[in-house]
């Protein structure tokens, strides 16, 4: 089981809510699959959902309005 950098807690798969700023236009992408430590809440993410993420806020770029919420698919 890994543990912590910052508290040594329990590391745990999970879900979380990842918002971005881009120049004013506010990016929530829901349901993002991350790895969140049980005891301080420190929230990280695999290589490979971090690029996934990067996919879906370059596709927004082209399309982005004031806010944009969508759901995260792998």
Known sequence: METCFFCKGTIENSFTNYMVDLDGHFVIIKNVPCHKCRQCGEISFSGKTVTRIE?????????????????YVA
């Open 55 to 71: 996919e879906i806020i370059e596709d927004l770029k082209k399309i982005l309005t004031e806010v944009a919420i969508v759901e």
